[in-house]
């Protein structure tokens, strides 16, 4: 692997938070029933966090693309999400199932910029380990966001 098809695997990234993104935001919208305001909030809470991962994933994209001389552009298309759920339970059933799988990615993601750091030449080796490190962040900042969700449904029927 080299660090322009690291740079493709992160634009696939960014498009899955974007789709994150319209998920929390069609979540705050739309949910329904008992407690329907406190969710909203929760969900709108979760879109402006995605919004900043968004930011934070494009300008990381943009810095790579820019330093490497990669001739790509960072894109703005958004990966598939869930629609049409409106009831709060199967809401942050979606959004556990969604921040889960972001974590498997990332945690992927995260060994492959390792790999690549351990292999490539002294300044493909730096831009992976940056890499890296960001997506440590992500790491953390969603798996706390899939625990805290785990813990919104413990004892829900």
């Known amino acids: 692997m080299k660090i322009d098809d690291l740079v493709e695997l992160l634009k696939g990234d960014l498009a899955n938070e974007y789709a994150h993104w319209h998920f929390y935001m069609a979540a ?9 305001e406190e969710l909203s909030e929760f969900f709108s809470e979760q879109a402006s966090g995605e919004m900043k991962h968004i930011e934070q994933f494009r300008r990381l994209i943009q810095g790579l693309v820019t330093r490497r001389g990669i001739k790509a552009e960072v894109p703005s298309s958004v990966g598939e999400f869930k629609t049409g759920i409106y009831h709060p339970k199967e809401l ?10 972001v974590v498997r990615n990332y945690v992927l993601r995260h060994s ?22 960001f997506l440590e962040d992500q790491i953390l900042d969603s798996r706390g966001d899939a625990d805290n969700i785990l813990e919104m449904l413990k004892g829900r029927d």
């Open 28 to 36: 705050a919208t739309s949910v329904v029933g008992l407690h329907r």
């Open 112 to 133: 492959q910029a390792e790999s690549l750091a351990e292999s490539a030449s002294e300044n493909e080796a730096a831009d992976a380990t940056y890499i890296a490190l």
């Open 92 to 101: 942050l059933e979606a959004a556990l199932e969604m921040e889960d799988q």
